[in-house]
């Protein structure tokens, strides 16, 4: 099982490698890559700072600069999904059905949307195209 915050799983869609620092990215991708390979993984979702959280350079004593933003996102989610564990495959397949105009409004503070990658990350899934 792995602890990830919520909305972690949206920014998986979008990553392109690009990060606050590379030690940062590196971590980013290493995880990510650990969870989308493995479908069937159990996620234990929790809204404090997980193993990505842990490398970033924007979580200050141990609370991110943006924690009002990314809170109201994993809370979303957590409710989107009801429930606190969920399989790789399972988050995903509820992601697929989520409103495209929901994922706009959940996203678009961040400081990565502009970059346009995360709703081209979205898109892909809702296509089938990102994961097998």
């Known amino acids: 099982m792995v602890k990830l915050r919520p909305h972690h799983l949206l920014c998986f869609l979008g990553f392109r490698g690009l990060g606050y620092n590379d030690h940062f990215a590196q971590n980013f991708s ?16 929790e809204i404090q700072p997980d193993d990505i959280c842990k490398n970033c350079p924007e ?12 809170i109201k996102k994993d809370e979303f989610l957590l409710t989107f999904f009801n429930t606190r564990e969920i399989s790789v495959k399972n988050a995903y397949q509820k992601i697929m059905v989520l409103e495209e105009s929901k994922f706009i409004a959940l996203c678009q503070d961040c400081e990565w949307y502009p970059l346009g990658f995360c709703i081209e990350g979205f898109r892909n899934l809702k296509n089938k195209k990102l994961f097998p």
Not at 30 to 45: A, D, Q, Y
Not at 59 to 70: A, F, M, Q, T
């Open 30 to 45: 290493k995880i990510r890559s650990k969870i989308l390979k493995n479908p069937t993984l159990l996620l234990e979702l």
């Open 59 to 70: 979580l200050i004593n141990g609370l991110c600069r943006s924690n009002d933003k990314v």
